[in-house]
Protein backbone atom coordinates (compact mmCIF):
# COMPACT_ATOMS: atom_id res chain seq x y z
CA UNK A 1 0.00 0.00 0.00
CA UNK A 2 1.58 3.38 -1.17
CA UNK A 3 2.13 5.93 1.59
CA UNK A 4 1.63 9.24 0.60
CA UNK A 5 1.92 12.37 2.96
CA UNK A 6 0.08 15.71 1.56
CA UNK A 7 0.98 19.28 3.52
CA UNK A 8 -2.16 20.41 5.55
CA UNK A 9 -1.68 23.08 7.34
CA UNK A 10 2.08 23.08 9.37
CA UNK A 11 2.33 19.96 9.06
CA UNK A 12 1.73 16.80 6.79
CA UNK A 13 -0.91 13.91 6.86
CA UNK A 14 -0.79 10.56 5.37
CA UNK A 15 -2.24 8.89 2.38
CA UNK A 16 -2.97 5.23 2.40
CA UNK A 17 -4.06 4.75 -0.84
CA UNK A 18 -4.38 1.00 -2.23
CA UNK A 19 -1.81 0.58 -5.61
CA UNK A 20 -5.02 -0.03 -7.29
CA UNK A 21 -6.48 3.14 -6.77
CA UNK A 22 -4.07 5.32 -7.14
CA UNK A 23 -3.53 6.67 -10.74
CA UNK A 24 -0.94 9.61 -10.99
CA UNK A 25 1.14 11.42 -8.96
CA UNK A 26 1.31 14.80 -10.65
CA UNK A 27 4.36 17.02 -9.67
CA UNK A 28 7.10 19.35 -11.71
CA UNK A 29 10.45 18.42 -11.62
CA UNK A 30 12.49 21.67 -11.93
CA UNK A 31 16.32 21.93 -10.96
CA UNK A 32 16.96 23.45 -7.40
CA UNK A 33 19.72 26.18 -6.95
CA UNK A 34 22.53 25.64 -4.51
CA UNK A 35 23.06 28.10 -1.94
CA UNK A 36 26.31 29.40 -3.19
CA UNK A 37 23.66 30.12 -6.69
CA UNK A 38 21.37 31.92 -4.65
CA UNK A 39 23.94 33.70 -2.63
CA UNK A 40 25.74 35.06 -5.60
CA UNK A 41 22.07 36.35 -7.01
CA UNK A 42 21.42 37.94 -3.57
CA UNK A 43 24.72 39.83 -4.19
CA UNK A 44 22.46 42.25 -5.77
CA UNK A 45 21.59 43.61 -2.80
CA UNK A 46 23.45 46.55 -1.09
CA UNK A 47 24.34 44.85 1.91
CA UNK A 48 26.82 47.65 2.99
CA UNK A 49 24.16 50.13 3.66
CA UNK A 50 21.06 49.19 6.52
CA UNK A 51 17.95 47.90 4.81
CA UNK A 52 14.78 47.28 6.30
CA UNK A 53 13.06 44.02 5.13
CA UNK A 54 9.28 43.12 5.08
CA UNK A 55 8.62 39.34 5.28
CA UNK A 56 4.98 39.08 3.33
CA UNK A 57 4.82 35.14 3.35
CA UNK A 58 6.28 33.23 4.88
CA UNK A 59 7.36 29.51 3.33
CA UNK A 60 10.47 27.72 3.59
CA UNK A 61 12.18 29.63 0.71
CA UNK A 62 11.46 32.74 2.60
CA UNK A 63 13.65 30.97 5.11
CA UNK A 64 16.16 29.77 3.51
CA UNK A 65 17.01 33.51 1.53
CA UNK A 66 16.64 35.24 4.78
CA UNK A 67 18.96 32.88 6.23
CA UNK A 68 21.30 33.70 3.50
CA UNK A 69 21.27 37.43 3.57
CA UNK A 70 21.96 37.26 7.41
CA UNK A 71 24.85 34.83 6.63
CA UNK A 72 26.60 37.25 3.83
CA UNK A 73 26.48 40.04 6.44
CA UNK A 74 28.18 38.01 8.67
CA UNK A 75 30.72 37.46 6.76
CA UNK A 76 31.11 40.98 5.28
CA UNK A 77 30.89 42.21 8.57
CA UNK A 78 27.84 44.57 7.87
CA UNK A 79 25.13 45.75 9.63
CA UNK A 80 22.39 43.43 9.99
CA UNK A 81 19.07 44.12 8.55
CA UNK A 82 15.66 44.90 10.09
CA UNK A 83 12.67 42.60 9.83
CA UNK A 84 9.65 43.44 9.55
CA UNK A 85 6.32 40.52 9.22
CA UNK A 86 2.82 40.36 9.96
CA UNK A 87 1.78 39.15 13.32
CA UNK A 88 0.94 35.91 12.36
CA UNK A 89 4.14 34.89 10.59
CA UNK A 90 6.96 37.05 12.99
CA UNK A 91 7.46 33.97 15.50
CA UNK A 92 7.96 31.69 12.65
CA UNK A 93 10.54 34.53 10.75
CA UNK A 94 12.04 35.10 14.02
CA UNK A 95 12.47 31.33 14.45
CA UNK A 96 15.11 31.06 11.24
CA UNK A 97 17.28 33.91 12.29
CA UNK A 98 20.47 34.30 14.80
CA UNK A 99 18.85 34.10 18.48
CA UNK A 100 19.58 37.72 18.72
CA UNK A 101 17.54 38.81 16.11
CA UNK A 102 14.32 41.35 16.14
CA UNK A 103 11.38 40.78 14.52
CA UNK A 104 8.50 43.97 14.66
CA UNK A 105 4.97 43.73 13.47
CA UNK A 106 4.49 44.93 9.85
CA UNK A 107 1.80 47.41 10.10
CA UNK A 108 2.40 49.29 6.62
CA UNK A 109 4.58 51.45 4.79
CA UNK A 110 4.91 54.84 7.10
CA UNK A 111 8.16 55.57 5.11
CA UNK A 112 8.86 54.49 1.73
CA UNK A 113 12.66 54.84 0.93
CA UNK A 114 15.41 53.01 -1.33
CA UNK A 115 16.27 50.73 1.87
CA UNK A 116 13.03 48.88 1.59
CA UNK A 117 13.14 45.37 0.70
CA UNK A 118 10.22 43.36 0.24
CA UNK A 119 10.83 39.62 0.02
CA UNK A 120 8.38 37.23 -1.04
CA UNK A 121 8.14 34.04 -2.49
CA UNK A 122 5.70 34.00 -6.24
CA UNK A 123 2.58 31.98 -6.59
CA UNK A 124 -0.09 32.32 -9.29
CA UNK A 125 -2.99 34.13 -9.26
CA UNK A 126 -6.36 33.76 -10.77
CA UNK A 127 -6.76 37.37 -11.52
CA UNK A 128 -3.32 38.57 -12.12
CA UNK A 129 -2.13 35.41 -13.35
CA UNK A 130 0.81 35.74 -11.28
CA UNK A 131 1.23 36.52 -7.18
CA UNK A 132 4.21 38.58 -6.74
CA UNK A 133 5.51 41.73 -4.74
CA UNK A 134 3.83 44.36 -7.20
CA UNK A 135 0.36 42.31 -6.64
CA UNK A 136 0.48 41.82 -3.09
CA UNK A 137 1.78 45.21 -2.69
CA UNK A 138 -1.54 46.11 -4.67
CA UNK A 139 -4.18 44.58 -2.87
CA UNK A 140 -2.93 45.57 0.84
CA UNK A 141 -2.20 49.39 -0.29
CA UNK A 142 -3.74 49.76 -2.87
CA UNK A 143 -7.09 49.18 -2.12
CA UNK A 144 -8.60 51.92 -4.94
CA UNK A 145 -7.27 50.28 -7.51
CA UNK A 146 -8.24 46.62 -7.20
CA UNK A 147 -11.61 47.72 -8.49
CA UNK A 148 -9.86 48.95 -11.93
CA UNK A 149 -7.78 45.39 -11.78
CA UNK A 150 -11.01 43.15 -11.48
CA UNK A 151 -12.85 44.74 -14.24
CA UNK A 152 -9.68 44.30 -16.59
CA UNK A 153 -10.35 40.52 -16.14
CA UNK A 154 -11.39 38.69 -19.84
CA UNK A 155 -13.19 36.04 -18.02
CA UNK A 156 -15.36 34.59 -15.19
CA UNK A 157 -12.76 31.78 -15.34
CA UNK A 158 -9.41 32.01 -13.05
CA UNK A 159 -6.43 32.73 -15.68
CA UNK A 160 -3.20 31.45 -13.86
CA UNK A 161 -0.11 31.52 -15.16
CA UNK A 162 -0.96 34.45 -17.81
CA UNK A 163 0.13 37.70 -18.09
CA UNK A 164 -3.69 39.09 -17.43
CA UNK A 165 -4.66 42.90 -17.95
CA UNK A 166 -4.90 42.86 -14.54
CA UNK A 167 -1.33 42.64 -13.62
CA UNK A 168 -0.56 46.09 -15.54
CA UNK A 169 -2.47 47.57 -12.78
CA UNK A 170 -0.23 46.31 -10.15
CA UNK A 171 2.90 46.84 -12.24
CA UNK A 172 2.04 50.60 -12.44
CA UNK A 173 1.24 50.57 -8.61
CA UNK A 174 4.25 49.52 -7.51
CA UNK A 175 6.14 51.47 -10.03
CA UNK A 176 4.96 54.39 -7.89
CA UNK A 177 7.45 53.53 -4.71
CA UNK A 178 10.78 53.46 -4.67
CA UNK A 179 11.65 50.28 -3.28
CA UNK A 180 13.28 47.07 -3.81
CA UNK A 181 12.35 43.22 -3.64
CA UNK A 182 13.59 39.93 -3.54
CA UNK A 183 11.70 37.60 -5.34
CA UNK A 184 11.66 33.56 -5.21
CA UNK A 185 10.41 30.95 -7.34
CA UNK A 186 10.45 27.82 -5.38
CA UNK A 187 8.71 24.17 -4.91
CA UNK A 188 8.94 21.51 -2.26
CA UNK A 189 12.21 20.91 -2.47
CA UNK A 190 14.16 24.48 -2.99
CA UNK A 191 14.40 27.56 -3.85
CA UNK A 192 14.27 27.80 -7.87
CA UNK A 193 15.12 31.32 -8.90
CA UNK A 194 15.39 35.09 -7.66
CA UNK A 195 14.49 38.31 -9.20
CA UNK A 196 16.55 41.31 -6.43
CA UNK A 197 15.15 45.02 -7.98
CA UNK A 198 12.44 46.99 -8.11
CA UNK A 199 9.10 44.83 -7.58
CA UNK A 200 8.21 45.71 -11.54
CA UNK A 201 11.65 43.88 -12.57
CA UNK A 202 11.53 41.10 -10.38
CA UNK A 203 7.95 40.12 -11.52
CA UNK A 204 10.32 39.15 -14.70
CA UNK A 205 11.38 35.44 -12.07
CA UNK A 206 7.40 34.63 -13.72
CA UNK A 207 8.86 32.75 -16.25
CA UNK A 208 10.55 30.51 -14.48
CA UNK A 209 7.29 29.55 -12.79
CA UNK A 210 5.21 29.24 -15.80
CA UNK A 211 7.23 26.82 -17.19
CA UNK A 212 6.21 24.69 -13.52
CA UNK A 213 3.21 23.39 -15.88
CA UNK A 214 2.23 19.35 -16.99
CA UNK A 215 -0.52 18.69 -19.46
CA UNK A 216 -2.33 15.51 -18.30
CA UNK A 217 -5.18 13.20 -19.38
CA UNK A 218 -8.63 15.41 -17.70
CA UNK A 219 -9.65 13.05 -14.59
CA UNK A 220 -12.42 12.18 -12.52
CA UNK A 221 -11.14 13.13 -9.31
CA UNK A 222 -8.35 15.10 -8.23
CA UNK A 223 -7.05 14.98 -4.71
CA UNK A 224 -5.22 18.29 -4.40
CA UNK A 225 -2.86 19.82 -1.47
CA UNK A 226 -1.75 23.30 -1.85
CA UNK A 227 2.14 21.97 -0.78
CA UNK A 228 2.61 24.22 1.94
CA UNK A 229 1.04 25.93 4.80
CA UNK A 230 1.18 29.78 3.38
CA UNK A 231 -1.43 28.25 0.49
CA UNK A 232 -3.63 26.99 3.09
CA UNK A 233 -3.80 29.17 5.78
CA UNK A 234 -6.86 30.72 4.73
CA UNK A 235 -9.63 29.14 2.17
CA UNK A 236 -8.61 32.60 -0.25
CA UNK A 237 -5.50 30.90 0.05
CA UNK A 238 -6.13 27.42 -1.00
CA UNK A 239 -8.64 27.82 -3.73
CA UNK A 240 -5.96 29.17 -5.32
CA UNK A 241 -4.58 25.50 -6.15
CA UNK A 242 -8.36 25.00 -7.52
CA UNK A 243 -7.81 27.38 -9.95
CA UNK A 244 -4.47 25.97 -11.10
CA UNK A 245 -5.92 22.19 -11.47
CA UNK A 246 -9.43 22.70 -12.42
CA UNK A 247 -9.17 22.77 -16.17
CA UNK A 248 -8.03 18.61 -15.62
CA UNK A 249 -10.80 17.17 -13.98
CA UNK A 250 -13.79 15.72 -16.50
CA UNK A 251 -17.62 17.05 -16.52
CA UNK A 252 -19.50 16.54 -13.52
CA UNK A 253 -16.12 15.30 -11.90
CA UNK A 254 -14.75 15.65 -8.30
CA UNK A 255 -11.89 18.10 -7.12
CA UNK A 256 -10.97 17.16 -3.14
CA UNK A 257 -8.92 20.20 -1.93
CA UNK A 258 -6.91 19.76 1.45
CA UNK A 259 -6.60 23.19 2.93
CA UNK A 260 -6.42 23.49 6.87
CA UNK A 261 -8.06 27.72 6.32
CA UNK A 262 -6.74 27.78 10.40
CA UNK A 263 -7.36 31.61 9.73
CA UNK A 264 -10.58 31.36 8.47
CA UNK A 265 -12.33 32.44 4.93
CA UNK A 266 -9.68 34.90 4.69
CA UNK A 267 -12.10 36.60 1.73
CA UNK A 268 -14.32 39.59 2.51
CA UNK A 269 -16.77 38.56 -0.18
CA UNK A 270 -16.63 35.19 0.05
CA UNK A 271 -17.82 35.95 4.12
CA UNK A 272 -20.43 38.20 3.08
CA UNK A 273 -21.61 35.55 0.96
CA UNK A 274 -21.73 32.86 2.96
CA UNK A 275 -23.75 35.49 5.81
CA UNK A 276 -26.30 36.63 3.14
CA UNK A 277 -24.69 39.76 2.54
CA UNK A 278 -23.92 39.93 -0.76
CA UNK A 279 -25.09 38.02 -3.94
CA UNK A 280 -23.29 36.34 -7.21
CA UNK A 281 -25.45 38.77 -9.57
CA UNK A 282 -22.93 41.92 -7.68
CA UNK A 283 -20.04 40.06 -8.90
CA UNK A 284 -20.60 40.61 -12.84
CA UNK A 285 -20.39 44.97 -12.39
CA UNK A 286 -19.49 46.16 -8.76
CA UNK A 287 -19.40 49.29 -7.87
CA UNK A 288 -16.82 48.91 -5.00
CA UNK A 289 -14.45 46.07 -4.52
CA UNK A 290 -14.66 43.80 -1.68
CA UNK A 291 -11.51 41.97 -1.04
CA UNK A 292 -11.82 38.26 -2.48
CA UNK A 293 -14.42 39.51 -4.81
CA UNK A 294 -12.56 37.48 -8.05
CA UNK A 295 -12.13 34.03 -5.67
CA UNK A 296 -16.37 34.00 -5.50
CA UNK A 297 -16.66 34.27 -9.03
CA UNK A 298 -14.50 31.89 -10.14
CA UNK A 299 -15.96 29.27 -7.18
CA UNK A 300 -19.10 29.93 -8.50
CA UNK A 301 -18.67 29.59 -12.46
CA UNK A 302 -16.38 26.17 -11.78
CA UNK A 303 -19.40 24.90 -10.14
CA UNK A 304 -21.42 24.88 -12.77
CA UNK A 305 -19.10 21.79 -14.18
CA UNK A 306 -17.72 19.42 -11.65
CA UNK A 307 -18.48 18.94 -7.97
CA UNK A 308 -16.23 20.31 -5.03
CA UNK A 309 -15.09 19.04 -1.65
CA UNK A 310 -12.75 20.19 0.92
CA UNK A 311 -10.84 18.73 3.91
CA UNK A 312 -10.62 21.63 6.09
CA UNK A 313 -11.31 22.97 9.56
CA UNK A 314 -13.82 25.33 8.49
CA UNK A 315 -16.99 25.57 10.11
CA UNK A 316 -19.38 22.82 8.08
CA UNK A 317 -22.03 25.89 7.93
CA UNK A 318 -20.35 28.36 6.03
CA UNK A 319 -18.55 25.36 3.93
CA UNK A 320 -22.09 24.05 2.81
CA UNK A 321 -22.83 28.10 1.84
CA UNK A 322 -20.47 27.80 -0.98
CA UNK A 323 -21.89 24.33 -2.16
CA UNK A 324 -18.43 22.80 -0.84
CA UNK A 325 -18.66 19.28 0.22
CA UNK A 326 -16.96 19.09 3.79
CA UNK A 327 -14.53 16.02 4.67
CA UNK A 328 -12.81 15.79 8.54
CA UNK A 329 -9.77 14.22 6.82
CA UNK A 330 -8.31 12.61 3.95
CA UNK A 331 -9.32 9.04 4.91
CA UNK A 332 -12.93 10.15 4.48
CA UNK A 333 -12.67 12.26 1.65
CA UNK A 334 -11.07 8.33 -0.25
CA UNK A 335 -13.67 6.32 1.75
CA UNK A 336 -16.24 8.84 -0.09
CA UNK A 337 -14.80 8.58 -3.18
CA UNK A 338 -14.56 4.08 -3.34
CA UNK A 339 -18.38 4.02 -2.04
CA UNK A 340 -19.61 6.51 -4.30
CA UNK A 341 -17.54 6.40 -7.79
CA UNK A 342 -16.98 2.06 -7.10
CA UNK A 343 -13.74 0.57 -5.45
CA UNK A 344 -12.12 0.44 -8.67
CA UNK A 345 -11.57 4.05 -8.94
CA UNK A 346 -8.08 5.52 -9.65
CA UNK A 347 -7.53 8.53 -8.00
CA UNK A 348 -4.68 11.25 -9.24
CA UNK A 349 -3.01 13.51 -6.54
CA UNK A 350 -1.24 16.79 -6.62
CA UNK A 351 0.90 17.60 -3.45
CA UNK A 352 2.21 21.22 -4.60
CA UNK A 353 -1.40 22.50 -6.11
CA UNK A 354 0.12 25.99 -5.21
CA UNK A 355 3.08 25.61 -7.54
CA UNK A 356 2.10 23.53 -10.64
CA UNK A 357 0.33 24.91 -13.00
CA UNK A 358 -1.80 21.57 -15.14
CA UNK A 359 -3.90 21.81 -18.48
CA UNK A 360 -5.40 18.93 -20.37
CA UNK A 361 -3.66 17.17 -22.63
Known amino acids: ????????????????IKAENLDQKIEHEAEILDDTVVSEKLDALDLGKPLTFVVLNYTASVQRALSVIFEKCTQKSAPRPKVFADKQIMNLVRSSL??????????????VNADLVFLGEMEFDGLFGFDGICTKLLRRFGKDRMLSAYEKRTSALPSPGKETPSLEVAKNFANSFEISAVELVANQKGIVDVGVGHPSNTLSVSKTLASFSEKID???????????????????????????????IRDDGLAILLGECKAGMGSEA???????????????????????????????????????AMVSVLPEFYIKKLGIVLFDGVKEALDHVLKTQGIRQKISIVPDGARILLGPN
Open 218 to 248: KHRTLLISTGKDASNDTLGHALGSLWNCHTT
Open 98 to 111: PQESQVQAFEGIQQ
Open 1 to 16: MPEIWLNYGPTDVVLD
Open 270 to 308: ILQYVQGRMSLERLQKPAKYVDGMEDLLFLSEIQKRLKI
